[in-house]
């Protein structure tokens, strides 16, 4: 992939970028369709995972900023998963009827 230093990828990188997110994309349907138990979120939670590592280091540029993009980044998705794990464990702590 061409790399421009100030501007990111090229044209042609973004492309491919978009691609591979695309067969990601079309990757995680096809795994919908089948029955696997527990390996069917296994799966799509990893295919999730390597969708928004592309995604944050070519579309939000964090590949090519510096360290404080990166400590701020940080601090939104472990933020984020503070407020994950708080939701899970007021839902997975109720009685009731399911």
Known sequence: MAVNSKEGLSPAGIALI????????????AIARFHWG??????????????????????????????????FAAAGFFWLLILVGLSLSDYLTRRGPY
Request: glycine share 4%; charged share 10%; hydrophobic share 70%.
């Open 18 to 29: 978009g691609i591979v997110l695309l067969a990601l994309l079309a990757l995680t349907i």
């Open 38 to 71: 527990a390996w069917n979120l296994i799966l799509a939670m990893a295919i999730a995972t390597v969708k928004l590592i592309l995604i944050a280091l070519y579309f939000m540029r964090l590949r090519y900023s510096g360290r404080t993009l990166w400590v």
